[in-house]
């Protein structure tokens, strides 16, 4: 996996062992860096970084890094994964790259134990997306499928609790409603939402309150700010 940036570089250093190599621009004091923390790097010209999308800000840093074991098939995760306490992501139809790499980055925050959302009609995993995750992507169960609705069935049959996110009439306030030991979030994209039948199938529709100008918040904010109430209760 290739992260991106400075900011990666010192997350990563934080487990030197995890990197595989660094590709920079000759920058003496990163040289420096990488010698103490004993890293294998390679001084390259500017034309090397010319390849990368300019959004990446990769600040001349390219790190080939290990991803852990990770699970990526939802249907072995839930078969093997025995925690009593157990919180996933729904992400429905999430198009900003920026948005899905924040939310991966809160997820691994707060130690959510994966991230599920669809194979198609969505941004899937890209070098914008693991940018914005600042790398936070190779600590975090990954859970492509073909189709949100069946997998939500696929949960519940897993005692799972399924908790939907929508400004809708007789939603529930979030911080108002007890979380299951065993709970799905969903959250929608940033200009349509939860599909209708997904909130059909879910148990309990949420919201945040709005109290100022505002309607609603940024999809990566609002998961946050739900994430953390969730793991308040439950960790």
């Not at 940036?5 to 590709?23: E, F, H, R, W, Y």
């Not at 995760?77 to 939310?103: A, M, R």
Request: aromatic content about 8%; some cysteine.
């Amino acid at each position: 996996m290739q992260l991106f940036g400075k900011k990666a570089l010192m997350d990563s250093l934080q487990k030197p062992q995890t990197i595989v190599v660094v590709n920079i621009l000759h920058d003496i004091n990163l040289e420096n860096l990488l010698q103490k923390h004993n890293v294998k790097f390679n001084i390259k010209d500017k034309n090397y970084f010319k390849q990368f999308d300019e959004k990446l800000n990769h600040q001349n840093v390219v790190l080939e890094v290990v991803n852990n074991e990770k699970y990526d098939d939802i249907e072995k995760f839930l078969n093997e994964n025995k925690n009593e306490v157990s919180i996933l992501l729904i992400i429905d139809s999430i198009q900003d790259p920026q948005n899905f790499g924040s939310i991966i980055r809160t997820c691994e925050a707060f130690g959510v134990d994966g991230i599920i959302y669809k194979k198609n009609s969505q941004v899937q995993v890209n070098d914008l997306v693991v940018k914005a995750s600042t790398g936070a992507i190779k600590n975090v169960n990954m859970f492509p499928v073909v189709n949100l609705s069946s997998t939500v069935e696929l949960l519940k049959k897993h005692n799972y609790w399924i908790y939907a996110s929508a400004l809708q009439d007789k939603t529930i306030d979030y911080a108002k409603i007890k979380y299951d030991k065993k709970t799905v979030l969903i959250v929608g994209s940033e200009q349509s939402g939860i599909s209708q039948l997904l909130l059909k199938n879910s148990d309990f529709i949420i919201k945040i309150p709005m109290f100022g100008t505002v309607q609603s918040l940024n999809a990566s904010v609002s998961t946050g700010i739900m994430v953390a109430e969730i793991v308040k209760q439950l960790k």
